[in-house]
């Protein structure tokens, strides 16, 4: 089709944003754009540079993103004066997840990856996940969704993830980190996590991938 589509999808870590972006992003052609990891990376960059945000800030300035398929999952490309880099486990640490929320208050921060994601909203059909994506990134996104579960069942997801990848990290200390991000999400001044007046919210607690899937779909279908 030649009719833009524009996707947008919030909610809070773990509520399976990623997982059904990706899905999403094969069956209707679209280019999958992960928010979170250009905040991760600019976590990764206050952990790399003695936690001065002015540096951070100034390298973010002058950084180009771009997403890159690598077979079923996708790496965050920066191209930073001159020089390519690809970046994926490095962004996910527990390290990064426990600062990245902090780091994602900052008002230079935000301006900066917000504008940059407009961007490339305004050019491509696109499927974009983040907190503030339906509220502030693209407002006039044809579906918007807005997806939540327990704190509980969103720790024990992301749980399963670290120990596949051979992380070791108790229950506890993910479900502290996730409650605690949420809280630091939901409550910032500058675009906090919030659903969308006319965002389609749907809670994944005890539903399947493809049960999710299928329900967006629906609504997809409904409008495009
Ligand atoms: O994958 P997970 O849900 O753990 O987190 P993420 O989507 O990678 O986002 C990491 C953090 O970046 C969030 O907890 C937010 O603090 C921040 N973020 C944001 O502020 N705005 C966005 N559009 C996306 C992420
Ligand atoms: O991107 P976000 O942090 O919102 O979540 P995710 O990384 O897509 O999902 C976290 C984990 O939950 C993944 O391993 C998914 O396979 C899993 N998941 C699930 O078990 N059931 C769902 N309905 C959605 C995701």
Known sequence: SVKKLRIAIDGPAGSGKSTIAKILAKLYNLIY?????????????????NQNLDIVINM???S??????????QKLKVDFHGESKLYDDEL??????????KV?????????????????????SVIMDGRDIGTVVIPEAEVKVFLSATPEERAKRRLKDYET????????EVLEDIKKRDEEDVNRDIAPLKKADDAYEL?????????VVRRIKELIDKVY
């Open 203 to 211: 809670d994944t607690t005890g539903l399947s991938i493809d049960d």
């Open 92 to 101: 996910r640490t527990v390290d990064v997840s426990k600062i990245v929320s």
């Open 60 to 62: 973010l300035k002058e």
């Open 104 to 124: 994602a208050k900052n008002k230079d921060i935000r301006i900066i990856l917000t504008e940059k994601q407009k961007e490339i909203a305004k050019n491509n």
């Open 165 to 172: 990848k051979g992380i070791k990290i108790s229950y506890e």
């Open 64 to 73: 180009e993103f771009n997403f890159v398929k690598d077979g079923e999952t």
């Open 33 to 49: 754009i992960d928010t979170g990891a250009m905040y991760r990376y600019a976590a990764y960059l206050y952990l790399k540079n």
